[in-house]
DNA sequence: TGAGTCAAATTGCAAC
DNA sequence: GTTGCAATTTGACTCA
């Protein structure tokens, strides 16, 4: 832009802006409103795409050399008799542009001037201004749009990654229960052998006989898990169902393995949490 | 030439 | 009564 089109008024709003052929002055030497005529001129002078040299020609006021201005008296309700619509001109629309970047609203008074300098009916003004708020509104719903968009896109690439990760430590926490199972019922088949070698009458064997009654089992048989329904010692059942169990303190172990059985025994202080969505329904 | 697009304009409603 | 908004209509224009 040579000419940026600004004029300041003290009669009007600080965002107001006149049209840049008031300033540059070479589009108004004769002092007459500005108004279709002028502008059709400044579209030869400057050279416009053609589609708006159409619409240029096709302009009210071109042909017939009639000047529109704010104060003509015509009708706001629709066109004038026999009007057709017609496209507003380049120059008019990039005035308009420039005043709707300063302020979308649209005052009485701005509308007045803008109607006179652009030789449009105030209504027309108000119009304009009222569609180009609303392909604003329908460029920000785009946008916003895109970044919800963007958004959900994000959302899903971490849910599938933590999908992953989650696998991952099932396998381990099944892995890792598998081998304790195994160590427990080798122990106890030592534990067995040892008895057998030892004589009947030890109160501590017999006590842990007891224990091992599936009666006696601290849960109810629908918490079994599968694993270890066939093998099933009740200290196994203990160590694998400690960890439901929120009052059970767990003993710290200090080894990778072990920290990974502080998480489960953390999980106890979590009730609302379980990786598995039917943890509920083992067997 | 007809479908599609864009922008000017209308209509109806609500808020102030 | 005025203004803004959403929905809609209308007309000019482009393009295959």
Not at 228 to 245: G, I, Y
Request: aromatic letters at 6%; charged letters at 25%.
């Amino acid at each position: 832009m040579a000419c940026n089109g600004m004029a300041s008024s003290s009669s009007f709003p600080s965002n107001f802006m006149v049209p840049m052929q008031i300033n540059c002055g070479e589009e108004n030497q004769l002092g007459i409103p500005v108004g279709p005529l002028l502008l059709a001129n400044l579209q030869d002078l400057r050279g416009v795409p053609p589609m708006m040299g159409k619409i240029s020609r096709s302009f009210p006021g071109i042909e017939t050399g009639d000047e529109m201005t704010a104060d003509d008296d015509l009708s706001d309700d629709g066109l004038p008799a026999g009007e057709k619509k017609k496209r507003l001109n380049i120059e008019q629309v990039r005035t308009l542009e420039r005043n709707f970047e300063l302020g979308n609203r649209l005052e009485p008074e701005r509308k007045m001037q803008l109607a006179r300098v652009l030789g449009l009916r105030p209504r027309q003004v108000a119009i304009w201004f009222q569609n180009r708020r609303a392909r604003w509104k329908t460029k920000q719903l785009e946008k916003e749009y895109d970044v919800l968009k963007r958004q959900l896109e994000a959302t899903k690439t971490e849910n599938e990654a933590l999908q992953v990760q989650n696998k991952k430590l099932q396998a381990e926490i099944l892995a890792l229960r598998g081998g304790e199972a195994s160590e427990l019922i080798n122990l106890n088949k030592e534990t067995e052998g040892s008895c057998s070698n030892r004589s009947e009458n030890s109160s501590d064997i017999n006590l842990d006989i007891s224990r091992t009654s599936v009666t006696e089992s601290p849960l109810p048989p629908h918490q079994t898990l599968p694993y270890f329904q066939s093998v099933r010692p009740a200290d196994t059942d203990l160590l694998l169902h400690s960890s439901c169990k929120p009052e059970f303190q767990c003993p710290k172990v200090e080894n990778d393995e072990g920290s990974f059985i502080n998480l489960l025994c953390s999980m106890g202080d979590q009730p609302a949490f379980w990786p598995w969505p039917d943890h509920h329904n083992f067997h």
